[in-house]
C-alpha cells in the first residue's frame, strides 16, 4: 500500500500540521480523528487496514488529518468565543489547504469524510457546512449537537458550526440542492448518549428534503471494534 507522510506550516492555523496519505486513485477520504486525536490514530487502531483492499485496488484515497480539538473545543482555558474561532480557522485549514492537497495528484472529485466520536462531528460539521465539496458524509458514533462544548455561551459562529442549528435555518435554494446531494450515513449506538441528537439532526435533515440514512446500531457501540464494524459496511465493502 502507498503510504505517505506529510507535514506543512499551515497559514490559516500558525504552526505545522501534519497527515497521513494512503494510496493515490479513487474517491478521496477525509477521515478525522477522535477527541484530541492524532492523525497516526485510524492507522494505529487497524482501520486503514479494514479499508486495505480498496485503496489497493485504486477505488480509495485516504487522507487521516490531525486534529486541533485541545485548541479549539476542548480548551477549556479559552473562552467559548475563542474556542469556536480557532475552530474556524481548523474548518479554513480543511477547506483552502487540505482540500486542494488532496487533488493535487488525484481529480477525482468524489470527497468522502469521515470519523468516529467527535471525528463523526467534525466530518458531518465540515460535509453540511461545504455541502458542494462532498460526496458522502459517514459519522460513527458522532456528536451532532457542539453546545455542551460552550458553556451555555452561544454566537452567530457557534450557530454556523452546530449542525442541528444551522441546518433548521437553511433556505439558500443553491445550498439545499447540494446538501440533498449528499450520501449522508449517520451510525450510532442505541445506548450512546449521542443516540439522541443524531436521531434528531436525522429528523432536522428530512424536513428540509435532505435524505439521510441512521444506522442505529444494539448496544452502546461507541468503541474501536464497533467502529471498524461499520468502516466495513458503509465504506469498504468488504466483511
Not at 28 to 42: A, E, H, M, N
Request: hydrophobic content about 40%.
Amino acid at each position: 500500500m502507498r503510504r505517505i507522510y506529510h507535514k506543512t506550516h499551515s497559514n490559516h492555523l500558525g504552526r505545522d500540521m501534519e497527515l497521513l496519505e494512503f494510496g493515490q486513485t479513487g474517491a478521496r477520504v477525509i477521515v478525522f480523528p477522535t477527541s484530541k486525536g492524532r492523525f497516526f490514530d485510524w492507522e494505529d487502531r487497524g482501520m486503514i487496514g479494514v479499508l486495505g483492499h480498496s485503496i489497493d485496488a485504486g477505488d480509495l484515497h485516504v487522507f487521516c488529518v490531525d486534529s486541533v480539538d485541545a485548541e479549539s473545543w476542548y480548551a477549556e482555558h479559552k473562552h467559548p468565543a475563542d474556542r469556536v474561532k480557532r475552530h474556524m480557522q481548523y474548518d479554513a485549514y480543511l477547506l483552502q489547504e487540505v482540500l486542494p492537497f488532496t487533488m493535487r495528484d488525484n481529480a477525482n472529485p468524489f470527497l468522502i469524510v469521515t470519523g468516529a466520536s467527535f471525528g463523526g462531528y467534525h466530518a458531518v460539521n465540515f460535509g453540511l457546512r461545504h455541502p458542494e465539496k462532498v460526496g458522502r458524509i459517514l459519522s460513527m458514533s458522532g456528536l451532532c449537537d457542539i453546545r455542551q462544548f460552550t458553556d451555555g455561551y452561544y454566537d452567530e459562529n457557534i450557530y454556523f458550526n452546530n449542525p442541528v442549528d444551522f441546518i433548521v435555518h437553511e433556505h439558500d435554494p443553491a445550498r439545499l440542492e447540494a446538501l440533498r446531494r449528499i450520501d449522508i450515513i449517520l451510525a450510532v449506538g442505541r445506548d450512546d448518549p449521542l443516540c439522541a441528537s443524531n436521531q434528531r439532526l436525522s429528523g432536522v435533515l428530512w424536513e428540509k428534503g435532505i435524505g439521510n440514512a441512521l444506522r442505529i446500531w444494539d448496544g452502546w457501540a461507541h468503541d474501536w471494534p464497533y467502529w471498524e464494524k461499520m468502516l466495513r459496511l458503509y465504506i469498504s465493502g468488504h466483511d
